[in-house]
């Protein structure tokens, strides 16, 4: 009996701590389920560490799955809108889905390895985003690129599938603290010319600039104040739904560039800018264009065009332009043609007409020597409408040398808007612009005049092959000059892009993006 009664009472203890065990099992879910709006409970050993940062969900820890933490996940961000990534962090080679903007906050580096690809969720407009103090190493290979993409099927892809890269510093520009174009909540600029924001090196970005609102796209490859510490080597941007580049103020230099098929504008550089570029080539898809119509280069002071400095004062040499004119015979400058044919994205982003291959207003200082520019309905407009950007160019200021142009309607135009090779004496009260019929516009007798520029009514002249690869004898081979040019840049023999044989783009591009399997 003794024996039974210490049986039943080890069974009324081990039923006993059963039921405590149910009943704490009860309170945990409980406790879990009331603490849901909480940041996700990361994997066992993973160390994510959570906090916020402006209100926003941070945390140490980059990758998730389907919005649970796991460090062996392939989505890029929570799944938030906006997500805070505030570690240290390499991504493996690997496939992954990118996921609402994804900050990478001051003090945090994330690290990307050679040939791997990131797709922009569309439903969430993704965006990379390094801020000031934050910074991105994508450092792919020629033969092992690092690919920014849209993450819809092949076949299906389209501009403005994804946000795009937007990478923000320390460096000057002219207006102090900005806010970054395109909605993040990201501001930038400081007192530090040679800021690091990481390295973007043999990097392709494909259907980026969601159009967050009208006229408020985030761009392919957006620069805020970035410094010069910063390194920019190899980047091709297609199909971006705004501009290819922006710079909006910063110091960072750059080399080897594409801008293909974008919506906007190639090169736009703004808010006294500063760096410089060396070999870079834009190529225009005939049937895009943008509403604020489309040019090769865009460069402005600042929006009003005034005399705050530093001056956008950006230096580019070998680069190659080619316009919508090149290779389409039938090519009309008008909304009947300029359709978006099969890349309309039908996403609100309004099309427009092509401009010039060189605006430059609103008090920029740009320079542009050793290049080439062909097929556009314009070559340089000079526009005085805000600020005095021809009279820095009578000055000296401004420079464009050993510049050819070709098979252009008109080589220069003195007015936004205006396709007339006529002097604009000024503008009347509705700001319209005033012509001199008598005169050829300034912009065009300007160019004329600077040491080294050319213009040819046919493109044959140059002897070029698909419009921007000199063949054997090119008279394009022996025009380059350097003298006065920062020894940054790279002296050869040529203008324009390339070299015979000398094709820096192979096997890194891709100029069929939306037919490839990723």
């Given at each position: 009996?003794?024996?039974?009664?210490?049986?039943?009472?080890?069974?009324?203890?081990?039923?006993?701590?059963?039921?405590?065990?149910?009943?704490?099992?009860?309170?945990?879910?409980?406790?879990?389920?009331?603490?849901?709006?909480?940041?996700?409970?990361?994997?066992?050993?993973?160390?994510?560490?959570?906090?916020?940062?402006?209100?926003?969900?941070?945390?140490?820890?980059?990758?998730?799955?389907?919005?649970?933490?796991?460090?062996?996940?392939?989505?890029?961000?929570?799944?938030?809108?906006?997500?805070?990534?505030?570690?240290?962090?390499?991504?493996?080679?690997?496939?992954?889905?990118?996921?609402?903007?994804?900050?990478?906050?001051?003090?945090?580096?994330?690290?990307?390895?050679?040939?791997?690809?990131?797709?922009?969720?569309?439903?969430?407009?993704?965006?990379?985003?390094?801020?000031?103090?934050?910074?991105?190493?994508?450092?792919?290979?020629?033969?092992?690129?690092?690919?920014?993409?849209?993450?819809?099927?092949?076949?299906?892809?389209?501009?403005?599938?994804?946000?795009?890269?937007?990478?923000?510093?320390?460096?000057?520009?002219?207006?102090?603290?900005?806010?970054?174009?395109?909605?993040?909540?990201?501001?930038?600029?400081?007192?530090?010319?040679?800021?690091?924001?990481?390295?973007?090196?043999?990097?392709?970005?494909?259907?980026?600039?969601?159009?967050?609102?009208?006229?408020?796209?985030?761009?392919?490859?957006?620069?805020?104040?970035?410094?010069?510490?910063?390194?920019?080597?190899?980047?091709?941007?297609?199909?971006?739904?705004?501009?290819?580049?922006?710079w909006f103020g910063g110091s960072v230099s750059c080399k080897y560039l594409i801008a293909y098929h974008g919506w906007d504008d190639d090169f736009d550089t703004d808010d006294g800018f500063s760096g410089k570029v060396q070999f870079g080539l834009a190529i225009r898809d005939p049937k895009i264009a943008d509403l604020s119509q489309s040019n090769g280069f865009e460069s402005d002071n600042c929006a009003d065009g005034s005399t705050v400095e530093p001056y956008t004062t950006a230096t580019f040499s070998n680069m190659t332009l080619v316009g919508p004119k090149y290779g389409d015979h039938n090519f009309q400058n008008s909304s009947s043609y300029i359709t978006g044919g099969n890349m309309n994205p039908n996403n609100g982003s309004s099309l427009g007409k092509f401009q010039a291959a060189m605006q430059i207003r609103r008090n920029s200082r740009l320079n542009c020597y050793n290049s080439i520019a062909i097929g556009w309905p314009i070559g340089l407009l000079l526009d005085n409408q805000k600020g005095d950007t021809q009279g820095a160019a009578t000055k000296g200021l401004l420079k464009i040398q050993h510049v050819w142009f070709s098979s252009m309607d008109v080589n220069g135009s003195d007015a936004n808007n205006s396709y007339l090779d006529e002097r604009v004496t000024g503008y009347d009260g509705n700001a319209q612009p005033i012509y001199d019929a008598t005169q050829k516009s300034f912009s065009c007798s300007w160019f004329n005049q600077q040491l080294g520029n050319k213009a040819f009514a046919d493109v044959t002249s140059l002897n070029l092959i698909n419009g921007y690869m000199p063949a054997a004898g090119s008279p394009v081979l022996n025009e380059a000059s350097f003298d006065g040019l920062a020894s940054w840049f790279t002296k050869v023999n040529y203008i324009g892009a390339f070299g015979n044989g000398d094709d820096w783009m192979t096997g890194w591009t891709n100029f069929d993006p939306e037919n490839t399997d990723y």
């Open positions: 009996m003794e024996f039974n009664k210490m049986k039943k009472m080890k069974r009324k203890k081990v039923l006993g701590c059963l039921n405590i065990l149910m009943f704490l099992s009860v309170l945990t879910a409980c406790s879990s389920n009331d603490s849901s709006t909480e940041a996700p409970t990361a994997n066992t050993g993973s160390g994510y560490v959570w906090s916020t940062d402006g209100g926003l969900k941070a945390c140490n820890h980059i990758l998730f799955n389907n919005g649970v933490a796991d460090s062996t996940g392939s989505d890029i961000g929570n799944g938030d809108q906006e997500f805070v990534f505030t570690g240290n962090q390499t991504l493996k080679k690997g496939t992954y889905n990118l996921k609402g903007w994804v900050y990478i906050a001051n003090g945090a580096t994330l690290t990307i390895q050679p040939g791997t690809i990131i797709k922009g969720d569309k439903a969430t407009k993704a965006a990379l985003i390094a801020e000031r103090g934050g910074k991105l190493y994508a450092q792919g290979t020629v033969n092992a690129p690092i690919i920014f993409t849209s993450a819809q099927a092949k076949g299906n892809r389209k501009p403005g599938d994804w946000g795009g890269i937007i990478l923000c510093g320390k460096a000057k520009n002219n207006q102090t603290e900005m806010q970054i174009e395109g909605g993040p909540r990201t501001k930038h600029g400081g007192n530090d010319d040679s800021d690091n924001s990481g390295s973007l090196e043999y990097v392709r970005i494909e259907f980026a600039g969601y159009p967050f609102e009208t006229n408020r796209e985030i761009n392919g490859l957006t620069f805020g104040s970035v410094g010069s510490g910063t390194t920019i080597d190899h980047i091709q941007v297609s199909y971006s739904n705004d501009d290819s580049y922006e």
